[in-house]
Structures are given as C-alpha cells and as structure tokens.
C-alpha cells in the first residue's frame, strides 16, 4: 500500500475528522503536526490554493478539504464505509454533512464574537441545533444508521469541542433537555472507541481556544 | 423509470446546474417553476431545512442542494459521468465544484451592494477568478478535461451571469487579455448543445437582475 500522510494541527476539529476516518478504517498513516503561524514549505506546496491543514498525501498526491478527503479515503478504502450503498440515503448523508460544513461559521461566530454579533451568532447556532434535533437524526442512533458515517464524523466536533467553546465564551449554547436526541448522538459518538481513543486532551484545548479568543476578540475591536 | 421532478427557478444558476446535468445525461423529468417570494408548499414540503431550490424529487423522495443532487444525479444514471472514476481525480473535481460554490458568492456581493462593500467583493472575486486562471483549468479544455464535469456545472453561473452583472453593475471583471484560459473556458461551455439550449434569455435574466438590484440598493 502507497503511503499515507496526514498534515493536521492539534487541536483542529477539521484535521481530526481525517484521523476519525483513518482510524475507523484501520488505514496506517504518518501524522505531521503544522505549526500554523509557520506553516512549513510542504504543506504550501501541497495546498497552494487555501494553504490549510488538513491535507492527506497519498502516494504523493495531495488531497485538500476535510470532507473531500473524507470522500476520497471512503473510495479508496471501502471496509467500513462511511457512506450508504443506496444513492438516496448517500445523497441525505450528504446533505446533512453539507449542513454542517455550511453552519460551521455560525459557531465559529459563536465563538469569536462578543456584543451584537454574539446574540445574533447564539440565535442562528440554537435554530442549527432545533433542525438538527428534528430533522437530522431522526429515530436513528447515528447520522449514518447503526454505525458511524459521514455526517456524524462532520458533526462530530459537536459532541467535544462545542463544550470547551461554551466554557471560553462563557456561555452555554447546548442543554441536554432541550436536545435530548443530540445529546443521546453526542454520548453515543465519543463511546466510539476509534473516536473516544483520538480526542484532543481537554486542558491543552481550552488554553488554546482562550488565548484564540482573546486575539480575536482583541482584533475585532480595533 | 420512476418520475423525475425539478422544482427550480429561471433566474437561478443553482437551478441551471441540474438542468443541464438532467439533459447532458438525457434524462425526462418534469419541470415545476417556483416564484420565490411566493414559495408553493409542497417546496416547503420537499426542502423543510432551507425552502429553497432546486429540490430534485425522484419516484417521490426529495433531494435538495444542487451538488448533493448532481452528485445523486451521477450515481443514479451513469451515462455521460459527471465524475472521473479515479479516486483522485474525483477529489480534484470536488475541490474545485466545492471552491466554485463557496467563492461564487464574492460575485453576487459585487451585484448586492455598492461603496466600499461592493470594492470590497470586487476584490475577493478578482483574487477567486485568478486562481482559476491560475491553479484550476491547467492545460485542459473543461475542469472536467475533454468533456464538462460536476466542477464545470458549479463555475456554470461564470458563463452567463457574470457577464450580466458585470453589464448591470458597469465593471469588467473578466477580460482575455487577463483571464485567457477563463474566457476560453466560457466560450466553449457556452458552445455545448446542452448548455446553448439550456440558459435563461440574456435581456430578460438583464431586466430581471437589474430591477433587483434596485430594490435591494433602496431598502435598508
């Protein structure tokens, strides 16, 4: 088998939906840390267009864009599919992890705002998660039926990094009572040995993500 | 074969995109026209998360998104693929529809706003047009190669409304001696069958846009 490289920063929830899918399916790969304020020539060189992490390498060949990536390992690699046989069941998969790449910036709006903005962002954030809790999941255990597929793996940084984010901001976005069934799916997800063996340590994130507030609420302000 | 449906709306790009992936794979479907400001409720019905179009329904189950639904439309009637088989390839296209459909709203900015708002996506669309000049076409007639592809389709707005909006807005954003391979590109997507007899008629999708832009400069 050609090798495998993930170019990836600690604690990126981008860069961990790759290693979600790597390790469910069994794929051995080397893992290169970026520094992002100093990203390497490398990484520049493999995704020339966005210069982001992450950036799978197989064979030598560049892959840029988590769920991209996502796709092209699920072709490859087919044990384990993160994707329905059925045509209309993959194209619900992948409206729903659509969803999750489009409303990312909501939270992230959540996350980097303060004032105004941050009342507008906490709405916008509730009705993702009203839409998800109704309409999403479903009766199901998972986006992807009995097992982890796709949209769970988008979705996944719900079920760890929302929390670290709601104590930087101060705030809580997510009560279980008012989402019983997202709060089921997030319980259920970091149950997932695969997922639960490959989180990012708690404490390193929340200092992360202060001084990355800190820096972006200080720049929204000048 | 079970009944194919699409509900769009002649002024949309989005709506254009499965058009043409229906009618590059000679696919019968019913076309259902929605007016937008007064959305049917069986849209509502069909797309409950964005009600919006296009929703494809297909023996009656609903499909929404454009690229979710090209990428339905591919795997469900595999003649004329919209895909490369290669597993990278593939991703290459994805890369690009994805690129096409996150930036392509710097364009529709430049038609949404003036002053410093409209000089600012002005900016953002010139920077997204160059690197498809630049990183994107390569030596290569389509995105998609010899033949149009699920990236072509995305760009598709390129070829028709981005001239309209430059004409409304009166800036030239696209020129050959700056942008050859992308005026390339153009005039040969513009050049497929499927595509000349399947884009909304130029002075009415002018009349339209303009009468748009309009309202939304006046309101608040």
Not at chain 1, 181 to 192: I, T
Request: proline share 6%; with cysteine; aromatic share 12%.
């Amino acid at each position: 088998m050609e090798e495998v490289k993930l170019f990836g920063a600690t604690p990126s929830p981008f860069s961990y939906r790759v290693i979600w899918a790597l390790k469910l399916k069994g794929i051995p790969y080397e893992y290169v840390e970026e520094d992002l304020s100093n990203k390497s020539a490398l990484l520049l060189q493999y995704n020339p267009v966005h210069k982001k992490i992450p950036v799978l390498v197989h064979g030598g060949k560049p892959i840029a864009e988590s769920i991209i990536i996502l796709e092209y390992i699920e072709q490859t690699w087919p044990q384990n599919p993160l994707l329905p046989k059925e045509a209309y069941e993959r194209a619900q998969a992948r409206f729903w992890t659509k969803f999750a790449e489009d409303k990312s910036l909501t939270f992230y709006a959540f996350f980097r705002s303060d004032g105004e903005e941050h009342e507008k962002a906490i709405k916008d954030a509730l009705e993702v998660l009203r839409i998800l809790e109704e309409q999403g999941l479903g009766e199901k255990k998972f986006f992807g039926g009995d097992t982890v597929g796709l949209a769970d793996i988008a979705w996944g940084w719900m079920a760890y990094w929302l929390g670290v984010m709601e104590e930087v901001v101060g705030k809580k976005l997510f009560e279980a009572h008012a989402f019983p069934r997202l709060h089921e799916w997030m319980e259920n997800f970091k149950k997932v040995p695969a997922i639960k063996e490959n989180l990012p340590e708690r404490n390193g994130m929340l200092a992360h993500f202060k001084r990355q507030r800190e820096i972006l609420i200080a720049s929204s302000i000048s | 074969m079970e009944e194919v449906k699409l509900f769009g709306a002649w002024p949309s790009p989005f709506s254009y995109r499965v058009i043409w992936a229906l009618k590059l794979k000679g696919i019968p479907y019913e076309y259902v026209e929605e007016d937008l400001s007064n959305k049917s409720a069986l849209l509502l019905q069909y797309n409950p998360v964005h009600k919006k179009i296009p929703v494809l329904v297909h023996g009656g189950k609903p499909i929404a998104e454009s690229l979710v639904i090209l990428q339905y439309i591919d795997e469900t009637w595999p003649q004329n693929p919209l895909l490369p088989k290669d597993a990278f390839e593939r991703s290459k296209a994805r890369f690009w529809a994805k690129f096409a459909e996150d930036k392509g709203s710097t364009i529709w900015a430049i038609f949404r706003t003036g002053g410093e708002e409209q000089e600012k996506a002005m900016k953002e669309s010139l920077e997204m047009l160059k690197t498809i000049e630049e990183h994107a076409l390569g030596g290569k007639k389509f995105f998609g190669g010899d033949t149009t592809g699920l990236a072509d389709l995305t760009f598709g707005g390129i070829a028709l409304w981005l001239g309209v909006i430059e004409d409304i807005v009166g800036v030239k954003l696209v020129e050959p001696h700056t942008f050859p391979r992308l005026c390339a590109w153009i005039e040969n997507f513009k050049e497929i069958p499927v595509i000349k007899q399947n884009l909304p008629d130029r002075e009415k999708l002018f009349v339209y846009l303009k009468h748009r832009r309009e309202i939304l400069l006046a309101s608040p």
